[in-house]
């Protein structure tokens, strides 16, 4: 089976651009999570996708939006970044009914904000 | 109030030895599960272990063990004869299930360095 994967690895990008971070899950999962690591510190919920719905939210502001696919991939888009927004971002696979250990991250995308 | 605490920001161990990373929970929930993911310099977080709050028995995964305590909301890792591959961070996580979603919880993490 198939790993989490997530693209692209390293980003760029200026303080009020949009970016957008993507997110294959794992084979056989239905959900994928998103987090903002910044340095130094554990990862934090930004929200959850299941049956291409927002299904739970963290404390972020609207400009995080996201969408999920019917093979269940996953977008997270962020618009007008700010210096902030600088972390490592990861998504995490899972199977909404099934096994409550399953949670497989992907390799993360290390967004720079300048 | 913090739901996951872990009290040791880091921690240097010999090669070899065993090694006891803390972490305690806070929630009113019933059902709940703790998880452990190692991050390397990398960034990937790697599943270690888990145990659910019904589960009678300390979770095993190889050289690592969860002391699980659940009257004192305490969810230790154990590591067994530490080898230098197991510098890096160390995270225990939350899930509580009747959130409906699977949304984990993170502590802020424990640096592990492996002497040689």
Not at chain 2, 89 to 110: H, I, Q, V, W
Request: net charge negative; glycine share 10%.
């Amino acid at each position: 089976e198939t790993g989490v994967t997530q693209s692209p690895t390293h980003l760029i990008k200026t303080r009020g651009q949009q970016v957008t971070l993507r997110c294959s899950s794992q084979s056989g999962h239905n959900t994928v999570s998103w987090y903002q690591q910044a340095l130094g510190q554990g990862p934090q919920f930004i929200f959850q996708y299941y049956r291409e719905e927002e299904n739970g939210r963290g404390n972020f502001p609207p400009r995080f939006s996201g969408l999920q696919f019917p093979n269940y991939s996953s977008e997270l888009n962020v618009n007008a970044l700010e210096l902030d927004d600088s972390a490592l971002y990861l998504c995490a696979s899972s199977f909404t009914g099934g096994a409550a250990y399953e949670q497989y991250f992907g390799p993360g995308t290390r967004l720079t904000v300048t | 109030a913090q739901k996951i605490t872990q009290t040791q920001p880091g921690m240097f161990v010999q090669e070899k030895e065993a090694v006891t990373l803390d972490c305690t929970y806070d929630t009113s929930d019933p059902s709940y599960g703790l998880f452990w993911y190692k991050q390397p310099s990398s960034g990937e977080m790697i599943f270690l272990i888990y145990q659910g709050s019904y589960d009678q028995q300390n979770a095993t995964e190889g050289r690592y063990s969860l002391n699980f305590q659940k009257a004192r909301k305490s969810a230790n890792l154990v590591i067994s004869a530490s080898q230098l591959g197991d510098s890096a961070m160390y995270f225990c996580a939350m899930r509580e299930a009747p959130s409906g979603n699977e949304k984990l919880t993170f502590g802020t993490g424990t640096r592990l360095t492996i002497i040689p």
